[in-house]
């Protein structure tokens, strides 16, 4: 049950903050019904679903060679230092998002949100990153049932965000107004706890 858990929690970090998936859903929610808002998230949560299977696919491999992941982590500690640096300190504050969004198109919503969801790419290393994070720390392995289990958890937590979304976007407009405000304070301090995290496997790694 644990990779399951891992990867319901991880998928709703993932998703939780407003963004382009959950943003559009919540608008075709309110123009066309929330049944044809199940269809667009239907159709992202498919993709992710591969998305992460892929990604594991990729963890699996780098996993079983041990200087690959300790390059990897390297190059990820510089990346997110990096990212950090530019959130916090040089990025311009983002303009307040418009009140409305265009969304004109009037493809089949199930077909929308899978292109959607594939034209997004973080799912991969996010996914790829996470799950040999987890396996340094003995919380996951690539055995065919705890794959199964964690793809359960993601697939499962993200659609639950997705319908949040859909269901209560009235209730919880003003506060998507504050995150995309507050975006890259959030994202900077994101990269922070990763790259330290990749400091602490890095050190570890060579202790």
Known sequence: MLPMILGFFSASAGVSLPGLINMTAAKV???????????????????????????????????????????????????????????LVMAKKPKTRKEEMKMRSKTNRFFLGMLLSALNFFPIPYYVFLTISLASFQLFSFEAIPVFLFLFGVTLGSFLIFYYYISFFKK???????????????????????????????????S
Do not use: C, H, W
């Open 172 to 206: 919880i407009e003003t506060k998507t107004d504050f995150f995309f405000k507050n975006t890259n304070k959030i994202i900077g301090s994101v990269t922070a706890i990763v790259a330290l995290i990749t400091l602490f496997n890095i050190i570890k790694f060579y």
């Open 29 to 87: 929610s309110m123009r066309d019904g929330r049944e044809r808002a199940l269809l667009f998230i239907t159709g992202a949560v498919i993709i992710i679903f591969f998305q992460t299977l892929i990604a594991i696919s990729f963890a699996r491999y780098i996993d079983s060679r041990p200087g690959i992941v300790a390059l990897l982590r390297e190059i990820g500690f510089v990346i997110f230092t990096v990212l950090s640096f530019y959130f």
